[in-house]
């Protein structure tokens, strides 16, 4: 048997305070697409960036092609033929397709000046071809769509005669129609004897496009499954390492009976609808749609993010003046923001300065922050979220994607919420973090809290839910009720199908 | 923390070497003038600090600094105010509004009024830089060159380019501000200087305003998304610095006895912000401490004591201060990513 292409043997990586990978194997064969799968935290992006070169392995053996290579940096690693592709894209938006393409290589008259553009253009519209672009090569980046800057990025790989390609998070932001789109060029790039090293959390992908699944489970192999044992359970069992019996936790009880939110005819744009929703404490309320539905900018006019042009938001029946996250705040409205990074958390600070940071005026005494409260109010959050961290004086910074998640909600929780909107609570984050996060809403619910999520996965959508509200093109396009929930339901409403 | 140890170090090599090369340096008069900068220094580069800190920038200081002296000095000589050389109903309300203001208080009598008026000013430029910020949203550092310019022309217009000094009137005033023999024969600057940085202690790192001022400096949105006033605070930042820098104003007028201009306070602005930087606050915002500003400020009242006395020329001063925040940021970032790569 041919050594197989790319072969890792007992990897091993640490960061200050972390072991990211020990002792990790995987093999790749030629013209093969194998998953990469494993909980937020479990070590598979330290993984791929070792193999494309961004990082150096503690201790382990790279082969390729059977003969051991030290890949230490990222045009090393170019250089064999295997390129990252990151989850951030890196493309120049001010430079063209086939600027970006050949960044760097561009063939010239010989002097740096003499850049050959219309050569360059012509290099590149085979690649592109190949891969079904349909814009032209001169076309600038900043004008597609991110589905098309993946294209980019895939056909710079392929310029570069890649013969692994390593996808991290490919699609997190494309559309259905995108995201299919990339499985025919997977399968293309498969025919061509091109393999691809596919990172996801979205097992549904996976199931359909991989023909072997590695799962890390905490930095270690947790288990592996050929192409006829791949399904979703027995990816979700070694990833978590037993059986989440049930994955969506909704325990019975029925709201009450008088709306705690009402949204009166709340409108923040010129040309769209205003928007009425009422929230009963105890339930928890889908927010479905499509990404630029207007979901967001609806919860972020609640919380007093944007402002209200007219209409009304009562609480518990009394009309609420909503200017400032402050004023929601205090009325007991919270917002756990879509994007934790850049508004959820402060990243370079501690989990207990994040945690106390919008309950300080609480903790405060003769305006010093009172150290003791907050240090027992960050230690009860850390256990009853079951945060797990060395200290709470970590960095959140160093936090998986669950973890960091968690803190943004203990923000909230030590303040008692009346009303809880959270904005995609679960993206990027572990399958284990998501059944605690789905256990703690469930929690919150049966406490009275009326709580309104916003997602684009369906499932959660439909797992978590008491009733859906449908959002489409700013506009509220309907509801359904328990009884009459069915993805297909929703996706009509979403897409603006049903009348 | 260890960028602080490694700053101390800096600044105790810079010392012992200062004693070593120059008995002269070892002198009480020479450790009570070195002192008398560091709180000079100091008071300012306080200011720039937390206004950093929340991730603001102000290069009008040094402009403020000279239109404070020379508005105080004025106001203490019992100047008349030149008129604006235009006519019409806006400027005429404004000469008026200056008369009226020349006729309220005996400003040469009640010399502590005249004081107050000029912190006032101080407060003002620091609240409208903070309002062109936050509310209008200009950028920060247009807004602040533009002060830089701006006061630099008032002060000259108004005092007609002339030197104003205070010849030996105000002696009990300027003893309050400057005095040899003051409490434990300490500069009065630096007696300032560590009552500010008290006060500077508490509020940045013990109480929830400054818990406020990092995480503003840190990341704006998710300080906003939380429930902090965070336009609030950043013109506070503001209006602490600017009303430190006409302090600095009182605090020169009354130990130089005159202002001059067109070039009291020149480069003030560089040299705070210089301190504050060495001392560990980065410009990016919510990195900083009083500490580190304290030691930032002395390196960069000692460093060219130090290259005079190893014969540098005193026209390299520029030089050696930049190069030395040069290397300081050199190394601070190799030594990151070192720490990086050993993980």
């Known amino acids: ?485 069915s993805e297909e339901a929703v996706m009509r409403l979403a897409t603006g199908a049903a009348a | 923390m260890k960028k602080v140890i490694g700053l101390i170090a800096f600044l105790a090599i810079i010392y012992l070497l200062l004693l070593a090369a120059d008995p002269g340096a070892r002198l009480a008069a020479n450790h009570f003038n070195l002192g008398r900068r560091i709180g000079l220094y100091g008071i300012i580069s306080l200011g720039a600090g937390m206004l950093i800190i929340t991730g603001g920038i102000d290069l009008s200081i040094g402009s403020v600094v000279g239109l404070c002296a020379t508005l105080l000095a004025m106001l203490l000589r019992g100047d008349r105010f030149p008129r604006f050389p235009f006519k019409g109903w806006l400027f005429d309300q404004f000469n008026a509004g200056l008369d009226w203001l020349g006729s309220l208080v005996n400003f040469p009598e009640h010399p502590w009024a005249a004081i107050l008026l000029v912190l006032l000013v101080g407060m003002g430029i620091g609240l409208m830089n903070g309002v062109l910020v936050t509310k209008v949203r200009v950028q920060a550092f247009v807004v602040t060159l533009c002060g830089l310019f701006i006061y630099r022309g008032i002060s000259r217009f108004m005092a007609e380019d002339q030197v104003k000094g205070l010849g030996n009137q105000f002696g009990q005033l300027k003893s309050i501000f400057y005095s040899s023999e003051a409490i434990f024969g300490l500069p009065m600057s630096l007696v300032y200087f560590v009552g500010l940085l008290v006060l500077a202690t508490v509020f940045l790192h013990w109480s929830i305003h400054g818990r406020y001022f990092f995480a503003i400096g840190a990341n704006e949105k998710a300080a906003r998304y939380s429930g902090v006033a965070t336009d609030r605070y950043k013109i506070l930042a503001y209006v602490l610095c600017s009303t430190l820098a006409s302090f600095y104003g009182v605090l020169y007028l009354m130990q130089e006895n005159s202002a001059q201009p067109s070039s009291t306070g020149n480069f003030l602005e560089l040299y705070a912000i210089a301190g504050a930087v060495l001392g560990g606050c980065s410009l990016r915002g919510g990195e900083g401490s009083v500490g580190g500003l304290v030691i930032g400020t002395s390196i960069l009242v000692l460093l060219p004591n130090l290259s005079l006395m190893l014969g540098i020329p005193s026209a390299l001063e520029y030089t050696v201060i930049g190069g030395a925040l040069l290397l300081g940021a050199v190394l601070d970032e190799v030594l990151r990513r070192v720490g990086q790569r050993s993980r």
């Open chain 1, 1 to 485: 048997m041919s050594p197989s292409l790319l072969s890792a043997r007992g990897i091993s990586k640490s960061f200050p305070g972390v072991q990211a990978l020990q002792d990790v194997s995987l093999q790749l064969n030629r013209g093969e697409v194998l998953a990469v799968v494993g909980e937020n935290g479990a070590g598979k992006s330290t993984l791929m960036k070792i193999l494309g070169g961004v990082y150096r392995p503690d201790a382990g053996i790279i082969e390729w092609e059977g003969r051991p290579v030290a890949i230490g940096q990222v045009d090393q690693a170019q250089k064999l033929g295997i390129v990252l592709i990151h989850q951030e894209l890196n493309l120049a938006e001010n430079l063209d397709v086939a600027g970006n393409m050949f960044l760097g290589r561009e063939p010239t008259w010989g002097g740096p000046l003499g850049l050959i553009r219309p050569r360059l253009a012509r290099d590149a519209e085979p690649i592109l071809r190949r891969l079904g672009f349909d814009a032209s090569p001169r076309t600038r980046v900043a004008e597609l769509s991110i589905g098309q800057q993946q294209l980019v990025e895939i056909a710079r790989a392929l310029s570069l005669r890649s013969r692994v390609i390593i996808m991290d998070e490919p699609t997190s932001s494309l559309t259905q129609r995108e995201t299919d789109r990339l499985y025919d060029v997977i399968r293309d790039l498969k025919r061509d004897g091109i393999s691809v090293l596919y990172i996801s959390h979205r097992l549904k992908e996976v199931e359909t496009i991989a023909d072997r699944v590695v799962v890390l489970r905490d930095g270690r192999n947790a288990g592996e499954l050929r192409r006829e044992e791949i399904s979703h359970e027995a990816m979700v069992r070694l990833m978590v390492g037993r059986e989440l019996r049930q994955f969506y936790r909704r325990s019975r009880h029925e709201a009450t009976a008088r709306p705690v939110l009402q949204l009166r005819h709340v409108h923040w744009q010129e040309g769209k609808p205003p928007i009425s929703l009422e929230l009963r404490g105890g339930e928890i309320v889908g927010l479905a749609g499509l990404i630029g539905a207007g979901r967001t900018e609806l919860a972020e006019t609640v919380f007093g993010i944007r402002r209200r042009v007219s209409g009304e938001i009562l609480l518990d029946g009394h009309a609420v003046v909503v200017r400032h996250p402050i004023d929601a705040i205090e009325a007991g409205i919270y917002l756990v923001p879509e994007d934790r990074r850049s508004q959820g958390l402060v990243l370079e600070q501690t989990i207990r300065f994040n945690l106390s940071l919008a309950s300080l005026k609480d903790l405060q005494r003769l305006h010093l922050v009172a150290t003791r409260r907050e240090v027992a109010l960050a230690e009860q959050q850390r256990r009853d979220l079951n945060i797990r961290c060395p200290s709470i004086r970590q960095t959140v910074a160093l936090l998986s994607g669950g973890n960091q998640q968690k803190v943004v909600l203990g923000k909230w929780l030590s303040r008692k919420p009346r009303v809880l909107i959270l904005d995609e609570p679960t993206r990027g984050v572990d399958v284990g973090a998501k059944s605690e996060i789905y256990a703690l809403m469930d929690q919150l619910a049966q406490e009275g809290v009326a709580i309104l999520m916003i997602s684009s996965d369906l499932e959660e959508i439909l797992g978590m839910s008491d009733r859906v509200v449908v959002m489409h093109e700013g506009r509220l396009a309907g509801e359904l009720g328990r009884g009459q929930l």
